[in-house]
């Protein structure tokens, strides 16, 4: 085996720490343990699930909704698969074991491909990826493989021992099972497949709130019936797979697993674990959504304030109300409504009556400001009331919007930059993943 290694320079010495990891729980020997034990997880907290994430618009207060748990039997992961996938960007991952060559079908090894290899390498995630991937491969076969050298291997160690008879049936090797002719002998991969994750958009007006509810995972188990090429590669058979193969073993035993796959989790959580990193992932893409629009509406801040104003002086009917003309309007109404002519009305009286009319469109004049300047500064996160006041009426008495324009502008970029602020606190990666390379 050593001589398989040499040319990637490894030795027996690397496999094994692949393979005894600490997150799965293992026997002194390297075999898995008779029983469900903790997950050799490593934080200073512990959670079982992942529910959601919340934006406090106003604060920028940003609530992870994460189920802690005080026992760590059921822990599936920490406050460190959280930074970890936070900071390096997972998002998402593609996981698989290959046969290295050919031409050697008795190769002792397999390849680990997986991707994106600069985010995963060396983490935890890889780890989880790579041992929900091998336990898979051990139930299919019915073969456990000690995770200490020289790895040797346990037809009879019965690696579905922890499992309920029921499902020990459900899942029994397929060299257990009552194989269809024509298909005998032939190669099938198998591998674990995430389903759409569910989410729900809440938004909470009284409390300033968006919230993001996560469903569940839905995890499946899949195969894909194979053939050799003209280079003897295994690849997927095109023709067959296009057929109904469900009720061959191959395909009862995928369809068992996607079942019961949360049960069986309960008895391997590493499965279980799983679900709840692909959640983590969404998290992440969700702040990155959140912090990408924040940015985005910094760079089109000026239009969009010039628009809003336009729209709101298209309400106002007339400004400034208070000029002696409408005064006089005003007046002459009055007079006009009354039956009474403007000879009749004493001078003080008409003194009188004009400033009363004056004052009151005085108090119109000052409630469309007092509205308008309460309404920016309630919006934009502004106490200077008297200072938006005064840029309001020189707006709308003069037509002149740049002073105005600006205070908003300013006050809108300073709030969303404190709410990046509160991002960035989370140390989160904003490298969005789109294609990559499978590393080996």
């Keep these: 085996m050593s001589t398989f290694l040499a040319p990637r320079k490894w030795d027996m010495f690397d496999v094994q720490n692949l393979l005894s990891n600490p997150l799965i729980?293992?026997?002194?020997?390297?075999?898995?343990?008779?029983k469900r034990q903790p997950l050799g997880i490593s934080g200073n907290q512990y959670f079982t699930n992942v529910d959601g994430i919340s934006f406090n618009i106003d604060t920028g207060e940003i609530k992870l909704f994460l189920v802690p748990t005080k026992n760590k039997i059921d822990a599936l992961f920490s406050d460190n698969?959280?930074?970890?996938?936070?900071?390096?960007?997972?998002?998402?991952?593609?996981?698989?074991?290959?046969?290295?060559?050919?031409?050697?079908l008795s190769h002792p090894f397999q390849e680990m491909k997986y991707g994106p290899s600069s985010s995963l390498v060396h983490t935890q995630y890889l780890a989880t990826l790579l041992h929900a991937d091998y336990l898979l491969k051990m139930i299919t076969t019915g073969t456990e493989v000690c995770a200490i050298a020289p790895f040797p291997m346990e037809k009879e160690s019965n690696v579905l021992r922890r499992l309920p008879r029921h499902l020990q049936e459900l899942l029994k090797p397929l060299h257990q099972r009552e194989k269809t002719k024509n298909l005998w002998g032939n190669a099938h991969r198998f591998w674990i497949e995430a389903g759409?994750?569910?989410?729900?958009?809440?938004?909470?007006?009284?409390?300033?709130?968006?919230?993001?509810?996560?469903?569940?995972?839905?995890?499946?188990?899949?195969?894909h019936l194979l053939e050799y090429d003209e280079q003897g590669n295994l690849i997927d058979d095109t023709i067959r797979n296009n057929t109904n193969l469900d009720q061959s073993p191959e395909g009862l035993f995928a369809k068992a697993f996607t079942d019961h796959y949360n049960e069986i989790g309960s008895y391997f959580p590493e499965l279980l674990?799983?679900?709840?990193?692909?959640?983590?992932?969404?998290?992440?893409?969700?702040?990155?959504?959140?912090?990408?629009?924040?940015?985005?509406?910094?760079?089109?801040?000026?239009?969009?304030?010039?628009?809003?104003?336009?729209?709101?002086?298209?309400?106002?009917?007339e400004y400034p109300q208070a000029?002696?003309?409408?005064?006089?309007?005003?007046?002459?109404?009055?007079?006009?409504?009354?039956?009474?002519?403007?000879?009749?009305?004493p001078s003080h009286m008409i003194t009188e009556l004009k400033d009363k009319i004056l004052s009151q469109l005085r108090d119109a004049d000052e409630n469309c400001v007092n509205q308008i300047a309460i309404q920016i500064c309630h919006v934009h996160k502004s106490n200077n009331i008297n200072h938006v006041k005064s840029l309001v009426d020189n707006w709308l008495r003069y037509n002149s919007d740049q002073a105005l324009v600006n205070f908003i502008v300013n006050a809108k970029r300073n709030h969303r930059r404190m709410l990046i602020s509160r991002i960035d606190q989370l140390n989160i990666s904003h490298k969005r993943q789109t294609r990559f390379e499978l590393s080996e």
């Excluded at 959504?289 to 002086?313: A, D, F, I, R």
Aim: glycine share 4%.
């Design 25 to 34: 729980p293992r026997t002194n020997d390297g075999w898995l343990t008779d």
């Design 323 to 345: 000029t002696t003309y409408n005064v006089n309007y005003h007046y002459s109404n009055i007079l006009r409504e009354n039956n009474v002519s403007s000879t009749d009305v």
């Design 273 to 317: 674990r799983l679900k709840e990193l692909l959640k983590l992932g969404a998290l992440l893409a969700i702040l990155q959504n959140h912090y990408e629009n924040l940015t985005e509406m910094m760079t089109n801040e000026q239009s969009s304030v010039e628009e809003m104003l336009t729209s709101v002086k298209s309400q106002i009917r």
């Design 196 to 223: 759409n994750l569910i989410y729900e958009r809440q938004v909470n007006n009284a409390q300033s709130e968006i919230i993001y509810r996560l469903g569940d995972v839905k995890m499946f188990v899949k195969k």
């Design 81 to 104: 698969d959280l930074n970890e996938v936070f900071s390096k960007g997972i998002t998402q991952a593609i996981f698989t074991l290959d046969q290295p060559d050919s031409k050697l």
